[in-house]
């Protein structure tokens, strides 16, 4: 099941995706978001509901917005490829490198990343992000996959002088505008085993990166016990696994979105997160 939220001639809901359009289920069901769905432990519910059910509206007559807009938290993983490891010249890290993402930094598939007044280097990270749907702590590994509601594309827009001003992420991670998500959140009926999915990043048209969910080095398991072991995950949380090599700081000479572009995160199960770049 893909569900998006979405806005339209009536305002903000949410609903299914399907392949004849979009069946609304926020102006049916008694949850406000779908954050509330999941808290709910209602998905079955909302997936009944959408079952024969006729398209509301065609996709392209509605605009998508990041499907969990009211996030408790956004945790964000750093280095978490061997390849990014690599290009940027760093160790393995022994333990998941984390920061935060505000949610109001986000955007959705097709509204426009903002590269900021304050810098040219806006960077692309095509990344796999997981929703929790059950609250945990102190998660074990092979629970981890039980507190999983479903996964999503994610573009780490990052803007790399900012980020690198000290020794802490936080400032060139969350620019306004710079971090989009989308374009649904696909469940995990659809998605059992996330490490079997590939992900390409496209600027232009052009790959930029590729590579498979197994080459995480923490992988969603490890992160979901990580993480359970100082705060509790709460359904609706975002936990964004970490970008691939290829980014544009690493390139010769480095490869900066701009205004006009085009960037696309792919990942095969759950779809394409497409976006363009316009300047703040």
């Not at 390849?83 to 955007?107: I, K, S, W």
């Not at 990343?113 to 074990?140: C, W």
């Not at 992160?223 to 975002?238: C, K």
Request: charged share 25%; hydrophobic share 40%.
């Amino acid at each position: 099941m893909k569900l998006i939220t979405y806005s339209d001639s009536k305002g903000e809901t949410y609903g299914v995706a399907t392949d004849d359009g979009v069946v609304n289920a926020g102006r049916a069901l008694y949850y406000p978001n779908i954050r509330a769905v999941l808290d709910a432990d209602a998905l079955d519910e909302a997936r009944e509901y959408a079952e024969g059910r006729a398209a509301d509206a065609a996709l392209d007559e509605v605009t998508l917005l990041p499907p969990i807009q009211n996030p408790d938290k956004i945790i964000m993983v750093g280095l978490n490829y061997a390849t990014h490891v690599a290009e940027g010249g760093r160790d393995t890290p022994e333990y998941p490198m984390l920061f935060p993402r505000y949610a109001n930094t986000q955007v959705g598939h097709d509204q426009p990343m903002i590269r900021p007044k304050a810098s040219e280097r806006l960077d692309f990270e095509g990344e796999l992000a997981f929703v929790v749907g059950k609250a945990g702590r102190h998660v074990a590994k092979e629970d981890a996959y039980d507190h999983v509601a479903g996964y999503a594309c994610y573009n780490d827009g990052s803007v790399r002088d900012w980020q690198r001003h000290t020794g802490q992420f936080m400032p060139g991670k969350n620019f306004i505008g710079t971090g989009a998500f989308g374009p649904w959140l696909v469940t995990t009926d659809d998605i059992p085993d996330p490490e079997v999915m590939s992900l390409v990043t496209r600027l232009n048209g052009e790959e930029m990166q590729r590579a498979t969910i197994d080459d995480l080095i923490f992988g969603v398991p490890e992160l979901m016990a990580y993480i359970t072991t100082f705060t509790e995950l709460v359904p609706g949380d975002v936990v964004v696994t970490g970008t691939t090599g290829g980014v544009g700081a690493y390139r010769t000479p480095p490869v900066w979105m701009k205004e006009g572009d085009s960037v696309e995160i792919d990942i095969s199960g759950i779809g394409v997160l497409r976006n363009p770049v316009v300047n703040e």
